[in-house]
């Protein structure tokens, strides 16, 4: 009695001519990927974040979210490549970013604000665009133009159900560009928006600080947690830690609110 790797060679036989490999699905490739200056995060993430795709971080305010990102960005810049944070809610603290290693010679700042619309009687002189709408097509035109190695959408200040109206097309559409013009596009927010158009999501968690002098907090701990994955390597022999750990070295003044 034949086994059954033979009967399906000898089934892939007869029909190799009609479907080629009808049993045996090709090899996945694996896709660049860029580091996040993290090595656990990056051991979680078999190298880093993708390269021509979509990335969340989520998690709530104070989570490392933001962090993370800014830890992504500065390896762009360090390369002395071009980078753009779309700022929706006008939230970006440049001394901070200098401080985790962004230069911010090779960063584009968008920051969205609201418009003082104009009334002419019941009806407005000209259409008052909001911050998540002036984010959102921000976006798109950077990632269409191209020549951006990431791009950071921040809506971590974004009330998610305002974030999670955003159709699925816009999605899609960021990241068949983010393809095209090999960028990668990082989504900071509460929650994951992009939903099956990302390839990567991952959760951050606030672990623990380390009380320093005074009102000075320092040694910040969060956890990262793969809540999704897409793009993975051809073969994985070793089993990945569903979490990872990493430390800040900035300190925070809580009185100041500003870094130490």
């Known amino acids: 009695m034949p086994t059954a790797a033979a009967l399906r ?51 709530a305010a104070s989570s490392g979210r933001t962090s993370l990102a800014l830890q992504f960005v500065a390896q ?15 939230a970006f603290d440049p001394e901070s970013a200098a401080a985790n290693g962004v230069r911010l010679k090779q960063l584009l700042w968008m920051r969205c604000r609201e418009e003082a619309g104009k009334t002419a009687g019941r009806w407005r002189a000209k259409p008052q665009w909001t911050r998540l709408d002036q984010g959102l097509r921000a976006t798109d035109l950077l990632l269409q133009a191209g020549g951006f190695a990431a791009i950071v959408l921040d809506l971590g200040d974004t009330a998610p159900e305002q974030a999670s109206r955003i159709p699925l097309a816009t999605w899609f559409r960021y990241r068949q560009a983010a393809e095209r013009t090999q960028c990668s596009l990082v989504v900071v927010g509460t929650r994951g928006y992009a939903q099956s158009a990302a390839a990567v999501v991952l959760e951050c968690v606030a672990r623990n600080a380390e009380p320093a002098d005074g009102t000075v907090l320092r040694g910040f701990e969060f956890a990262v947690r ?8 051809i073969e994985i022999t070793t089993r990945k830690p569903p979490a990872a750990t990493w430390q800040t070295h900035a300190a925070w003044d809580t009185d100041a609110g500003r870094l130490a």
């Open 9 to 59: 060679l000898e089934i892939e036989h007869a029909l190799e001519r009609r479907f080629p490999a009808a049993l045996t699905p090709a090899p996945r490739a694996i896709d660049e990927v860029a580091t996040t200056g993290i090595a656990a995060v990056d051991e979680l993430l078999h190298g880093g974040l993708p390269v021509g795709a979509i990335s969340e971080l989520t998690g």
């Open 76 to 90: 762009r810049t360090a390369e002395e490549r071009a980078c753009a944070w779309v700022d929706v809610s006008d």
């Open 226 to 233: 793969r809540e999704r994955e897409r793009q993975a390597p």
